[in-house]
């Protein structure tokens, strides 16, 4: 009898720390899903993140409250309007700028830009943005530490990160930091950020079910980065360079989805 009365006490404990973590503490949890299904922007289903390969390492991320997020945002891939937040990593200009247009309400830096290394835990509406910091070398042959952010971006049901240009594979405590990732933007260019076989052993390390390939220059990288992967996932390429996302489109195991651009 004392048992039971324990048993539904603990249970009664922890739908209350649920209710009060919100959406927010089960935005990374592990799941079970369904087949994955690539819809273009106007077909975007309620509730469901639209997600845009603008080019290069820079995605438009709009969230179904319509807040809209550029990835390595650099002042000149972008989309039309003006994003409500970007977010900025510096081993190349191409992933940053100094001078972000003034409109932009936030941005956010993922290196020291004088203020020690960043930690985000940035909300805006339904919109959740966090940082795992990473090492890039620099350009004397040494190591910038904390160089790179793994922007994590939760909104909707889905737990999305970009890789940025990450330089090395992860260890542990990274990968207690970025917890469960549903869609993984990952660079594949096997050069300037890390080798092709190494980011596939870092897709290996995060267990996403989706990934999609940026940042590779051009077909040929882009080949290569499938050929070396040999079959492993399974490949679906997209007509469009937008998609429509949430976790009851995603497949039960990794898959990659190629978007038009590069």
């Not at 048993?7 to 404990?13: D, F, G, K, N, P």
């Not at 940035?122 to 530490?145: A, K, P, Q, S």
């Not at 330089?167 to 933007?185: F, I, N």
Request: contains cysteine; negative net charge.
């Amino acid at each position: 009898m004392a048992r039971s009365r324990f048993i539904r006490l603990a249970l009664l404990v922890w739908t209350l720390l649920l209710g009060i973590g919100g959406a927010w503490a089960a935005t990374c949890n592990p799941f079970v899903a369904a087949n994955p299904i690539r819809l273009a922007s106007a077909e975007t289903p309620q509730g469901a993140v639209e997600l845009t390969f603008l080019g290069h390492a820079s995605f438009l991320i709009t969230s179904p409250d319509g807040v809209t997020i550029v990835t390595d945002y650099n002042g000149y891939i972008k989309p039309d309007f003006l994003p409500d937040i970007v977010t900025m990593n510096h081993a190349h200009r191409t992933h940053y700028t100094d001078t972000p247009e003034p409109g932009i309400k936030y941005v956010l830096r993922g290196w020291d830009a004088g203020e020690g290394p960043p930690s985000y835990d940035f909300r805006l509406r339904d919109v959740r943005i966090r940082n795992v910091l990473t090492n890039i070398r620099d350009w004397g042959g040494g190591t910038e530490y904390g160089g790179n952010s793994i922007f994590v971006f939760e909104t909707g049901d889905l737990c999305i990160a970009h890789l940025s240009h990450l330089h090395h594979t992860l260890a542990p405590e990274h990968l207690a930091a970025l917890g469960q990732v549903d869609v993984l933007l990952a660079p594949a260019d096997g050069m300037f950020t890390l080798s092709q076989t190494d980011m596939i052993a870092v897709i290996e390390q995060i267990h996403p079910l989706l990934v999609i390939p940026m940042h590779f220059f051009g077909p040929a990288a882009l080949d290569r980065f499938i050929a070396r992967m040999n079959g492993r996932y399974p490949l679906t390429r997209s007509d469009s360079k937008t998609v429509a996302l949430s976790r009851a489109m995603l497949p039960k195991a990794t898959e990659i989805l190629v978007l038009p651009g590069y």
